[in-house]
């Protein structure tokens, strides 16, 4: 009986511990490591009236203007970073003349700062 009852009790245990497995990372959040990436490398074009904004529409200023995208759509497809646009262009795989950070002085994105992008993205992208 009573051993019945250890087995039962260490159901929620495993559950639990397949899911963080499957997950396989920890959650990714927008607003403590993704926003503070942005604000950094990206804002002082993506704003109202940064060079960004004017010509693409994108500003970065808050989460629903990023999802919003530019002018001509998403640059985010949440659960894909593979298919998101942002996660090109950082990573440098788009046109050179593309990469983002744009222009003359603009220092790449660390690695680190790419991961972090790419999974939240891929953890759908999440107002978390
Ligand atoms: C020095 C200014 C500047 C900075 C900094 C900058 N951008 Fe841009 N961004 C631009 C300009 C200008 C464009 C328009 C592209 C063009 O035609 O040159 C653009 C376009 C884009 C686009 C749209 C591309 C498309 O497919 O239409 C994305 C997405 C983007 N930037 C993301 C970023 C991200 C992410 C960062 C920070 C890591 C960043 N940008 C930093 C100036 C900047």
């Known amino acids: 009986m009573s051993k019945i009852k250890i087995a039962f009790s260490l159901v929620p ?3 639990m511990a397949l899911m963080i497995g499957c997950s ?3 959650e990714v959040s927008f607003n403590k490591d993704v926003k503070p990436i942005l604000d950094e490398n990206c804002l002082k074009c993506h704003v109202e009236d940064g060079a960004g904004f004017v010509k693409t529409g ?3 200023t808050s989460y ?11 640059i985010i497809e949440p659960g894909s970073s593979v298919s998101s646009t942002l996660a090109r262009l950082i990573s440098g795989n788009a046109d050179p003349s593309l990469k983002m950070p744009h222009g003359a002085g603009s220092k790449p994105l660390s ?5 972090t992008i ?5 953890q759908g992208a999440k107002n978390n």
């Not at 690695?111 to 991961?115: D, F, L, M």
């Not at 790419?118 to 891929?122: E, L, V």
């Open 13 to 15: 245990v495993g559950l």
């Open 24 to 26: 396989g990372e920890a």
């Open 58 to 60: 994108l500003n970065m």
């Open 64 to 74: 629903e203007s990023l999802m919003k995208g530019t002018k001509f759509g998403p």
């Open 111 to 115: 690695e680190g700062e790419i991961a």
């Open 118 to 122: 790419k999974a939240w993205i891929d």
